[in-house]
T-cell receptor, first 114, second 110 residues
Framework: NAGVTQTPKFQVLKTGQSMTLQCAQD?????MSWYRQDPGMGLRLIHY???????DQGEVPNGYNVSRSTTEDFPLRLLSAAPSQTSVYFC?????????????FGPGTRLTVL | AQSVAQPEDQVNVAEGNPLTVKCTYS??????LFWYVQYPNRGLQFLLK??????LVKGSYGFEAEFNKSQTSFHLKKPSALVSDSALYFC????????FGAGTTVTVRA
């Protein structure tokens, strides 16, 4: 199994550009989520999904959109990039939304917005 | 809202010495607590979790954590640290959404 995969690994955008960060998992996990990691702030939840067709907002959703058309894929869209969105983005998945389940993380996408 | 705090930004220890990374929690009801590790330029990896039962939880790579309800703490420990344990460590609590502490950078010197 490849686990959780993310593309691209690195991306540089100009302010106002849009892009999609890809995330896929091959473990048949129901629950998927997106986090951003900023120095001194840990990881903050952007959006999450408890199954195909179901998404919800996390702690810092503004400026980001998600959709979940299949169990495997959970792309994150930046509609109009801003310098404040410079960060490292991690996708994660787990079996279900149960509280006891540990999450599996992808390798991350390092995004710089100029 | 449930939260965790990691009071130390950095922990430095010599190889072979005990390693402790501190975490305190604030929850209502039973806490579901986790430790994750992030090696340089990698994603997070699960180390261990406390759900219920024994207060001493054993995990991967020789790590263990002690749950203390009276002190609302969940400290990560390793009896003898290795240089390869140098990484960023996160404590987290799961209330159907995972909330992370700010992280503690561990440096183990040879």
């Amino acid at each position: 199994n490849a686990g959780v995969t993310q593309t691209p690994k690195f991306q540089v955008l100009k302010t106002g550009q849009s892009m999609t960060l890809q995330c896929a998992q091959d473990m048949n996990h129901e629950y998927m989520s997106w986090y951003r990691q900023d120095p001194g702030m840990g990881l903050r939840l952007i959006h999450y999904s408890v199954g195909a067709g179901i998404t919800d907002q996390g702690e810092v959703p503004n400026g980001y959109n998600v959709s979940r058309s299949t169990t495997e894929d959970f792309p994150l869209r930046l509609l109009s990039a801003a310098p404040s969105q410079t960060s490292v983005y991690f996708c994660a998945s787990t079996v279900s939304s149960g509280r006891a389940n540990e999450q599996f993380f992808g390798p991350g996408t390092r995004l710089t917005v100029l | 809202a449930q939260s965790v705090a990691q009071p130390e930004d950095q922990v430095n220890v010599a190889e072979g010495n005990p390693l402790t990374v501190k975490c305190t929690y604030s929850v209502s009801g039973n806490p579901y607590l986790f430790w994750y590790v992030q090696y340089p330029n990698r994603g997070l990896q699960f180390l261990l979790k406390y759900i219920t039962g024994d207060n001493l939880v054993k995990g991967s790579y020789g790590f263990e954590a002690e749950f203390n309800k009276s002190q609302t703490s969940f400290h990560l420990k390793k009896p003898s640290a290795l240089v390869s344990d140098s990484a960023l460590y996160f404590c987290a609590v799961n209330d159907y959404k995972l909330s992370f502490g700010a992280g503690t950078t561990v440096t183990v010197r040879a």
